[in-house]
């Protein structure tokens, strides 16, 4: 039992939590809860009793989830023993905001962790949605303290990595740690839109510009003002456009279709590519103006097979995800599935671990452990040794290591597999590939294929 505080914790705690409209949990340095405010125990369901309960017991899977325990380090990271704030690797889990704080040892002799669970008092989350960021520290703390300085600017940024990676999820990310929190987030997924209306989706239109233009209409930009505008596959931005865009990005103002006047908007652009941006440069698919100023500021995104050791706690992170949005237990994966699942290309990355997590315990018996039996054949195939994907082109060929091999053969065999077997169907072939069915119409034309 962790020992007993010798002042009242809640005179000094209850105000701080009413003050900032937070459910908060105080935990001890041995991870036992020292005291719950009025509002967690209400809105977390957490009763007084659990006070001097172990927080994994009484939080995780229902609340946290299992990697919460990476917290650990709090209590003997050098940063934090000098007051320093230190991030919280998970800092959402469903739709809570968890704030994870180390505070003064000073109240009894001890340190506390300090875990406030802010958005359950917004009247209206989805406007302001805490996303999650869930990956092993040792790599993602340096990632996150850079995503943390990025957020704290107003110059525009390029997020770069492939599909699945979780672009929208660190664009939003960036956004609520930045002075912009409290204003809009609109995102803008140029890879479902056709060239002919990207430039009205960005801009807006006055009545009349256009044949069936009948009222005036703003663009994703005007309702971004005071604001972030996430622009996905901004390689698919026509070049008429890239015009239009540099010039707002140099000074803050742009014309709706079909007017003459500027107007002046404060809006941040986050921009991302699944592509290699030099790439688009030597093709002359992005204008080099537009590029350097997008890329003032860039995050290089790995794909899931360079951090496999993350595959463990996103696993239990989307079981438990799972667990309380579909209010029902849920296995644990077993070992064995683990290793299988470790042995997996994942050429979706985290999205297609998601629905493979999501889609694996939906048919799954809840008493018993996920087997690798219990995996989807093409992950049990990889593990076996026999990967279509990596021996016909989906990621890693037997000859070529996907680094080494040329970009344009490497994308030209991975669009062949998917249309081979899709049976030549775009959608189906899109759908394997993880992109939308626009955006593999514009690979194919760039590449000169086409569909058989």
Same mark, same amino acid.
């Given at each position: 039992?962790?020992?007993?505080? $010798?002042?009242?914790?809640?005179?000094?705690?209850?105000?701080?939590?009413?003050?900032?409209?937070?459910?908060?949990?105080?935990?001890?340095?041995?991870?036992?809860?020292?005291?719950?405010?009025?509002?967690?125990?209400?809105?977390?369901?957490?009763?007084?009793?659990?006070?001097?309960?172990?927080?994994?017991?009484?939080?995780?899977? @229902?609340?946290?989830?299992?990697?919460?325990?990476?917290?650990?380090?709090?209590?003997?990271?050098?940063?934090?023993?000098?007051?320093?704030?230190?991030?919280?690797?998970?800092?959402?889990?469903?739709?809570?905001?968890?704030?994870?704080?180390?505070?003064?040892?000073?109240?009894?002799?001890?340190?506390?962790?300090?875990?406030?669970?802010?958005?359950?008092?917004?009247?209206?989350?989805?406007?302001?949605?805490?996303?999650?960021?869930?990956?092993?520290?040792?790599?993602?703390?340096?990632?996150?303290?850079?995503?943390?300085?990025?957020?704290?600017?107003?110059?525009?940024?390029?997020?770069?990595?492939?599909?699945?990676?979780?672009?929208?999820?660190?664009? @939003?990310?960036?956004?609520?740690?930045?002075?912009?929190?409290?204003?809009?987030?609109?995102?803008?997924?140029?890879?479902?839109?056709?060239?002919?209306?990207?430039?009205?989706?960005?801009?807006?239109?006055?009545?009349?510009?256009?044949?069936?233009?009948?009222?005036?209409?703003?663009?994703?930009?005007?309702?971004?003002?005071?604001?972030?505008?996430?622009?996905?596959?901004?390689?698919?931005?026509?070049?008429?456009?890239?015009? @239009?865009?540099?010039?707002?990005?140099?000074?803050?103002?742009?014309?709706?279709?079909?007017?003459?006047?500027?107007?002046?908007?404060?809006?941040?652009?986050?921009?991302?590519?699944?592509?290699?941006?030099?790439?688009?440069?030597?093709?002359?698919?992005?204008?080099?103006?537009?590029?350097?100023?997008?890329?003032?500021?860039?995050?290089?995104?790995?794909?899931?097979?360079?951090?496999?050791?993350?595959?463990?706690?996103?696993?239990?992170?989307?079981?438990?995800?799972?667990?309380?949005?579909?209010?029902?237990?849920?296995?644990?994966?077993?070992?064995?599935?683990?290793?299988?699942?470790?042995?997996?290309?994942?050429?979706?990355?985290?999205?297609?671990?998601?629905?493979?997590?999501?889609?694996?315990?939906?048919?799954?018996?809840?008493?018993?452990?996920?087997?690798?039996?219990?995996?989807?054949?093409?992950?049990? $195939?990889?593990?076996?040794?026999?990967?279509?994907?990596?021996?016909?082109?989906?990621?890693?060929?037997?000859?070529?290591?996907?680094?080494?091999?040329?970009?344009?053969?490497?994308?030209?065999?991975?669009?062949?597999?998917?249309?081979?077997?899709?049976?030549?169907?775009?959608?189906?072939?899109?759908?394997?590939?993880?992109?939308?069915?626009?955006?593999?119409?514009?690979?194919?034309?760039?590449?000169?294929?086409?569909?058989?």
């Amino acid at each position: 039992m962790a020992p007993q505080s $010798k002042i009242d914790l809640n005179a000094i705690m209850e105000p701080i939590s009413r003050a900032t409209n937070s459910p908060m949990v105080l935990i001890d340095h041995s991870f036992r809860i020292s005291w719950i405010s009025k509002s967690a125990s209400e809105s977390l369901e957490l009763p007084f009793e659990n006070v001097g309960s172990l927080c994994p017991e009484s939080l995780q899977g @229902r609340i946290c989830s299992g990697s919460c325990q990476k917290i650990s380090g709090f209590f003997n990271n050098r940063l934090a023993d000098q007051g320093i704030p230190q991030p919280c690797l998970e800092a959402t889990f469903g739709q809570i905001n968890i704030n994870t704080e180390r505070i003064s040892s000073e109240l009894s002799g001890y340190p506390y962790l300090l875990k406030s669970f802010q958005p359950f008092f917004q009247k209206n989350p989805s406007n302001n949605q805490q996303h999650t960021f869930v990956a092993s520290r040792e790599w993602a703390e340096p990632f996150l303290e850079k995503l943390t300085r990025i957020a704290k600017t107003e110059i525009p940024v390029l997020l770069i990595g492939e599909t699945g990676t979780g672009k929208e999820c660190l664009a @939003r990310l960036i956004h609520e740690r930045s002075r912009r929190a409290r204003g809009p987030f609109v995102a803008l997924d140029l890879s479902v839109i056709p060239e002919t209306l990207v430039e009205d989706a960005l801009f807006g239109h006055q009545r009349g510009a256009f044949t069936g233009a009948v009222a005036s209409q703003s663009g994703r930009l005007s309702r971004a003002h005071g604001g972030t505008l996430f622009i996905d596959e901004i390689e698919n931005i026509p070049p008429a456009v890239q015009t @239009r865009l540099l010039r707002f990005l140099e000074d803050g103002s742009y014309e709706p279709m079909g007017s003459n006047q500027s107007q002046a908007i404060s809006t941040r652009i986050i921009a991302a590519t699944n592509e290699d941006p030099e790439k688009l440069l030597r093709e002359g698919r992005m204008r080099p103006d537009l590029f350097y100023r997008l890329n003032g500021l860039s995050l290089q995104i790995p794909p899931l097979r360079k951090r496999t050791e993350d595959l463990p706690i996103l696993v239990e992170h989307f079981r438990s995800v799972f667990q309380q949005q579909n209010r029902i237990s849920s296995s644990s994966f077993s070992p064995e599935a683990m290793q299988t699942l470790s042995s997996y290309h994942f050429p979706g990355n985290i999205r297609e671990l998601k629905h493979l997590v999501e889609s694996v315990l939906a048919v799954s018996d809840p008493h018993r452990p996920i087997e690798a039996s219990d995996l989807p054949e093409p992950v049990q $195939k990889a593990s076996s040794g026999f990967n279509p994907q990596k021996n016909q082109g989906f990621g890693e060929s037997t000859h070529y290591k996907e680094d080494s091999l040329d970009p344009e053969l490497f994308e030209r065999r991975r669009i062949e597999k998917a249309l081979h077997s899709s049976k030549g169907k775009i959608e189906g072939a899109a759908t394997l590939l993880g992109i939308s069915r626009i955006t593999l119409w514009r690979h194919m034309k760039r590449l000169n294929m086409k569909q058989r």
